[in-house]
Nanobody, 115 residues
Framework: QVQLVESGGGLAQPGGSLRLSCAAS????????MGWYRQAPGKQRELVAT???????NYADSVKGRFTISRDAAKNPVHLQMNSLKPEDSAVYYC?????????WGQGTQVTVSS
């Protein structure tokens, strides 16, 4: 079992920045990759960014050049630096961890971008 706890959400103005963090605990050595997803009201959950144990990253086209996923030297926690925020970035952001055939989710953290 893997437990994920997100932090760092909140309110930002358009053009502003926020940094999300995700701390994993439990069977963390089973994790192959971690990522961030988001879900806005009335929309499906979508991938934002992922990072593998090897350090390879992947981003949704909508956030490329604005968001950066990274992790500490110990590979935990994982961060999502969000710059140049837009109102359409508003959503609940979820941390996810891939562990073999299982995927674990955090409880989500709200990000609201509004003036």
């Amino acid at each position: 079992q893997v437990q994920l706890v997100e932090s760092g959400g909140g309110l930002a103005q358009p053009g502003g920045s926020l940094r999300l963090s995700c701390a994993a605990s439990g069977d963390i050595f089973s994790i192959n990759a971690m990522g961030w997803y988001r879900q806005a009201p009335g929309k499906q959950r979508e991938l934002v960014a992922t990072i593998t144990n090897g350090g390879s990253t992947n981003y949704a086209d909508s956030v490329k050049g604005r968001f950066t996923i990274s992790r500490d030297a110990a590979k935990n926690p994982v961060h999502l630096q969000m710059n140049s925020l837009k109102p359409e970035d508003s959503a609940v952001y979820y941390c996810a961890a891939d562990s073999g055939p299982r995927q674990y989710w955090g409880q989500g953290t709200q990000v609201t971008v509004s003036s």
